[in-house]
């Protein structure tokens, strides 16, 4: 065995390990999120049977729940019930879920929704453009908009009932103006 080579790589292999387990334990999610309490970007998007547009700016006054989502992500179909049931609980007046699809195609989505139902808009979101002005790295990822027009919290994974609930009181309650 050469030990000089031996001797050579070995503060190699110990900073590799070490660089390595410095990363495990974190949670990335546990970071700040760079969105929150700041006003939400704008969009112009097409529902997905594409007769209309929907204008974020034009839900001035209302709680606003954007939720990131494709047919492909397994996640996103766990969620769908809880998210189609809060769209029903809340008033419309005052709450508007808007469903975004991520990197999926238009009638995939369409079929999906077909079968599965839908209680609210969603949108087709073509070169994922909305997407990137969130700053979505990964679906499903739900942000909660306060009347005010700024981002209250946002949410990776699947949203369950109760977290609905309490992320729309919450961004009922906070937020600066539009």
């Not at 969009?43 to 729940?65: H, N, P, S, W, Y």
């Not at 070169?127 to 005010?148: M, N």
Request: aromatic content about 10%; some cysteine.
């Amino acid at each position: 065995m050469n030990w000089k080579v031996l001797a050579g790589t070995l503060p190699f292999v110990i900073g590799l390990i070490v660089l390595l387990a410095s990363g495990f334990g974190k949670d990335p999610f546990a970071l700040p999120m760079a969105m929150v309490g700041k006003p939400a970007p704008r969009f112009i998007l097409q529902t997905l049977d594409g007769k209309r547009e929907v204008d974020l700016a034009a839900l001035k006054g209302k709680t606003v729940v954007v939720n990131f989502w494709a047919t492909w992500c397994v996640p996103c179909w766990q969620e769908h019930a809880a998210l189609q049931d809060a769209a029903k609980r809340h008033d419309p007046a005052e709450v508007v879920f808007l469903g975004v699809v991520y990197e999926d195609s238009r009638d995939e989505a369409q079929e999906y929704l077909q079968k599965k139902g839908s209680a609210y808009e969603n949108l087709f979101d073509p070169g994922t453009r909305a997407a990137i002005s969130y700053g979505v790295g990964g679906v499903p990822e739900s942000y909660f908009v306060s009347p005010g027009g700024m981002i209250v919290e946002k949410f990776n994974g699947p949203l369950d009932a109760q977290s609905i609930d309490s992320l729309v009181a919450r961004s009922q309650r906070d937020g600066g103006a539009r």
